[in-house]
């Protein structure tokens, strides 16, 4: 679902792509400091909601797969736009322009493959 969800999103708009990452991981901080926190009224049920999926990986105060996941679809495209922006990119031929859609693309791909094969194990 992710890689049907980001790839648009990366190949079109990778700038906005990069802000709506960033706000959503802000906000899953936010979420993630009021479970902790069980500030009312909505710490403890967020606290209900998420433990019932968590697993051995999450067993600590903090859960962060849910984190870990959109920093890892996002830093691809993080790193690949700073090289842009400061014209450390490659020359302008069909084949880097190819070359740097695979590297952004290389992080949603990866984690929507490696989560579906951890999935499909399980």
Not at 9 to 38: D, G, N, T
Not at 94 to 112: A, E, F, R, T
Request: glycine share 4%; aromatic share 10%.
């Amino acid at each position: 679902v992710a890689v049907i969800l980001f790839v648009p999103a990366i190949l079109f708009h990778s700038s906005f792509y990069c802000l709506s990452m960033c706000v959503a991981i802000c906000c899953l901080l936010v979420i993630e400091y009021f479970r902790i926190s069980e500030i009312p009224p909505f710490g403890e049920s967020i606290n209900l909601f998420m433990t019932q999926y968590i697993d051995e990986r999450d067993s600590g105060t903090l859960i962060l797969t849910h984190l870990y996941l959109l920093i890892g679809c996002v830093i691809p495209v993080w790193l690949e736009s700073l090289c842009e922006m400061s014209n450390h990119s490659i020359n302008n031929e069909n084949q880097s322009k190819i070359w740097h859609i695979w590297i952004k693309l290389s992080g949603v791909v990866v984690l929507g493959v490696g989560d579906s094969l951890v999935k499909k194990n399980s």
